[in-house]
Structure formats: C-alpha cells, structure tokens
C-alpha cells in the first residue's frame, strides 16, 4: 500500500557537500511538493510542480533547487549543503484517488548537517 | 504569516453548481495559498498564487488575487458531493508561521 516514498529515512551530511533528496509517487498524481518541518515553524513550502518539467518556487527556496523530469518522481536538491538546512524533509503529492481529492505526505527524511 | 479569514463560514450548494469563497488579510504578502481539509482529516494543500499573479487554475479550482484589496476568492466550477469539506486561506509574509482561519465549511449536496 506504498503511495509515496523518499531514498531515505535518516541522513548525515557535511556542510558544502550537495544533496539529493528523492521522491516517487505512485498514484499518478500532477502535483507535488516539497517541505520542510521545524520545530515552532510548522511546515514550509520550498518548491512545488503541477507538472513534468515544471517547478515553481514555495516560500522558502532559497539554497534549493528541484527537478521533475519524469511524473512520478520530484527531486530536492541542496546545491552545498550548510548547518541551516538540518530539518525534517517532507514530500507530498495531491491528485485524485479512490474517494476523490487527496494529499498523501511520504514518511519524510530527517537530514543533519555537520 | 497573516491569518486568512475566510467568508462565508458555511455554504450550502447543490452538486454542479459552483462554490465560491472569499479570503482577506490584513498586511502585505509573498503569496497566498488555499487548503481543503474533510472531516477528521489533515489539511491538504490546493493551489499557491503569489502576490504579482492575479489569477491561476488547477482543474476545477480557479482563484483570483487582488491585492489592493488585500483580497482572494476561490471558484470550484461543477462542484461534486467529495467536494464537500472545510476550506481555508493561508497568506504568507515574511518569517512563516502557518496559521489558519476558522475556514469556510462547504457542504454539497448529492
């Protein structure tokens, strides 16, 4: 019953180095997004795509970038990775299921930065 | 960020019609998005629309943006039963601290 899925549960990285955070949706879904979950912060939009190939930028994209080259997989990716980014990583997609309209959120990576 | 108020608190249409509801907020914003939540569920998010868009659409989801009015509305055309859940606006400034509205609660009936 896997709807989404991210490489990774727990990841250690150090500061510079550059970062790929993977996620595959397997609904076919149009949409998909990538946040981040910080204590006191709640949940913060950094990139979204409606589309293949497209990608728009959510509230906070600074020091990310993302990639959708195929439908059911959205990329993040943090070009030199710094001690500010250590979070909880989340990914959703939304589109239609069985009993309409649905958001499903992947199990999420928690990063750290040293 | 800026609590949305959503107006009206509750709307009663018949599947097919179109739903509207309307958002305002007090301050300057980077964007602005709505959220769907059903009963007992999560919120799931629905469409973004920064403050130098005016007007953007996903599927039946049309949403408009006035900002000298400080002002959104949100139109789902041919509206359908699983439509029916609580709507809310979330406008978003600087630092980003969700915060959400008592929501709109549209019921549509079959």
């Known amino acids: 019953d896997v709807k989404v899925t991210q490489s990774s549960r727990y990841l250690v990285k150090r500061t510079g180095e550059k970062v790929f955070l993977e996620c595959v949706q397997d609904?076919?879904?149009?949409?998909m997004f990538w946040y981040r979950q910080d204590p006191g912060l709640g949940l913060r939009l950094i990139y979204f795509s409606y589309d293949v190939k497209m990608k728009e930028k959510g509230d906070i994209p600074e020091g990310y970038s993302v990639s959708r080259e195929k439908k059911e997989r959205f990329s993040l990716i943090l070009e030199s990775a710094s001690t500010n980014q250590t979070s909880m990583y989340l990914c959703?997609?939304?589109?239609?299921?069985?009993?309409?309209?649905?958001?499903?959120f992947g199990p999420g990576t928690r990063l750290t930065v040293l | 960020s800026q609590q949305g108020e959503e107006d009206p608190q509750a709307l009663s249409i018949q599947e097919g019609e179109n739903a509207t509801m309307n958002c305002s907020y007090k301050t300057s914003i980077n964007n602005l998005q709505w959220y769907r939540q059903n009963s007992g569920r999560g919120l799931v998010h629905l469409i973004l629309i920064r403050s130098n868009e005016r007007e953007k659409h996903s599927g039946r989801l049309r949403v408009t943006l006035d900002t000298s009015k400080k002002s959104s509305s949100s139109l789902i055309t041919a509206s359908r039963a699983a439509d029916t859940a609580s709507y809310f606006c979330?406008?978003?400034?600087?630092?980003?601290?969700?915060?959400f509205g008592r929501g709109t609660s549209l019921i549509v009936h079959p």
């Open positions: 959703a997609s939304y589109g239609l299921s069985g009993e309409g309209d649905e958001q499903f």
């Open positions: 609904m076919d879904h149009e949409n």
């Open positions: 979330e406008a978003s400034g600087g630092s980003y601290i969700p915060t």
